[in-house]
């Protein structure tokens, strides 16, 4: 148990409306992950932050902004949803390997449903 | 373009018939291969870390294998609990933020 939380856990918006997901972590994790996944396409990542304030892109980030103003939380959110950002999103932290990797662990995940 | 392949996407075994589930990636340098398991409405739970060819990694019934090119997940007599999807993915050499590329996952059904 990596220490990381999500909320919600579910959540059904309608079209056109904003949404905010909040990971929260506390063990002081520097490295943080938003993933989505799909049937299909597996999991894909959206953004990542490695400190606070800096936070880069992922392969799917399009219609998705993070932020985050301190170590423990980790925020994204739709600008205005649409009916393809129904998923599940799955937030991740890692830390150091044995060997210079870097291993990932996930919180349990928000069911977003956009109708 | 780091790749990620998994194989079958889904396999039905009965208690105590051992298999293999594979991984095939391609990837500019390898840090690390990585095996989960992810259970329904649940996200996924870290398995093994795996570096360089020849390496094998073990829990249980579980026994993960690494070559260049490849990696095996094999589940030796299995039984119902160890049905889940089980997932592969790679990090590369180059990741600066240890970002990862995920396979799409094996869902594996033991029944008893």
């Known amino acids: 148990d990596a220490g990381i939380t999500q909320s919600p856990r579910h959540k059904v918006t309608e079209t056109g409306t904003p949404v905010t997901l909040r990971c929260h972590q506390t063990e002081n994790h520097r490295y943080m992950y938003w993933y989505r996944q799909d049937p299909g396409h597996g999991l894909r990542l959206i953004h990542y932050?490695?400190?606070?304030?800096?936070?880069d892109k992922g392969e799917v980030s399009d219609g998705y902004s993070v932020s985050r103003s301190k170590t423990e939380d980790f925020l994204l959110t739709l600008e205005s949803a649409t009916s393809s950002q129904t998923s599940v999103y799955f937030c991740?932290?890692?830390?150091?390997?044995?060997?210079?990797?870097?291993?990932?662990?996930f919180g349990p995940g928000t069911r977003l449903t956009v109708t | 373009e780091d790749q990620v392949t998994q194989s079958p996407e889904a396999l039905r075994l009965q208690e105590g018939e051992s298999s293999s589930l594979n991984c095939s990636y391609t990837?500019?340098?390898?840090?690390?291969l990585f095996w989960y398991r992810q259970d329904p409405g649940k996200g996924p739970e870290f398995l093994f870390t795996?570096?360089?060819a020849g390496e094998e990694k073990e829990k249980e019934r579980l026994k993960a294998t690494l070559t260049k090119k490849e990696s095996f997940l094999h589940i030796t007599a299995p039984k119902p609990e160890d049905s889940a999807t089980y997932l592969c993915a790679v990090q590369a050499l180059n990741s600066g933020y240890s970002t990862l590329t995920f396979g799409k996952g094996t869902m594996l059904l033991v029944s008893p």
């Open positions: 991740a932290i890692s830390e150091p390997g044995d060997r210079g990797s870097y291993e990932q662990y």
């Open positions: 932050s490695y400190g606070v304030k800096d936070t």
């Open positions: 990837v500019s340098g390898l840090r690390g």
């Open positions: 795996l570096y360089s």
